[in-house]
């Protein structure tokens, strides 16, 4: 890939970076963009400044071979963990582990409930680490349990925004997670030593913060 000195071109380029990046960002809050109209943006984002700052077709197309190289072992781990999180959906392994998890916190006091709750959901976050798909499936449970051991919802949802934030920087089904490891190169057992201690003061806090929220019926 060849080296460009920062002259009147390679300047420009960068302001139509910033500006694109910009127009994205607008385009996402106002219209309301998915992932696959992104994609493309971003194609155009590579290869509009890229063209400003002088690069001629052959030296973008081995520009972004280069990138390739660096996010392909991340992507396939990124596959990897999706297709986990597909088998157990698809082998419905994970209603079977709803179940049992649910049952097995609504035989608890609301004070221990309310934690065991949390760390419920951190637990199936392994398995479905999208928080939208983990809504989906555990929500319509944790809601009417949280309605019979007399706890409130927004407590409840409180624990499965505490569970599944915090588990996905620490599980590796999660995709996105491991191809930024990936990428970074920084091995998975290495970085759990380096963030398991953060990651358990935040789930000490998170478990305060819920009893907390639990005593005074936080809703």
Not at 57 to 66: G, L, M, Q, T, V
Not at 67 to 75: H, N, P, S
Not at 95 to 122: C, K, N, W
Request: hydrophobic share 60%; proline share 4%; aromatic share 14%.
């Amino acid at each position: 890939m060849p080296a460009f000195k920062a002259g009147g071109r390679v300047k420009w380029a960068g302001i139509a970076s910033l500006g694109l990046f910009a127009g994205l960002i607008g385009c996402v809050i106002y219209f309301r963009w998915d992932m696959l109209t992104m994609a493309g943006y971003f194609l155009a984002l590579g290869i509009i400044p890229a063209y400003i700052a002088g690069m001629n077709s052959r030296d973008i197309a081995e520009s972004f071979n280069e990138g390739f190289k660096e996010v392909l072992v991340g992507a396939m781990i990124c596959g990897i963990a999706r297709a986990a999180a597909v088998v157990m959906a698809d082998g419905q392994i994970m209603d079977t582990i709803v179940y049992g998890l649910s049952h097995a916190v609504s035989q608890l006091p609301s004070y221990l409930t309310v934690t065991a709750m949390l760390f419920t959901q951190m637990l199936f976050n392994f398995f479905v680490p999208s928080g939208s798909g983990q809504a989906l499936i555990m929500m319509p449970i944790m809601a009417p349990l949280a309605d019979i051991v007399g706890i409130t919802r927004q407590t409840a949802i409180l624990a499965f925004q505490f569970g599944d934030g915090f588990s996905n920087i620490v599980f590796p089904t999660s995709g996105y997670f491991m191809a930024t490891l990936a990428i970074s190169r920084i091995a998975w057992n290495k970085w759990l030593r380096f963030i398991l201690p953060l990651f358990c003061l935040w789930m000490g806090a998170a478990v305060l913060f819920l009893m907390f929220a639990n005593a005074v019926g936080w809703s």
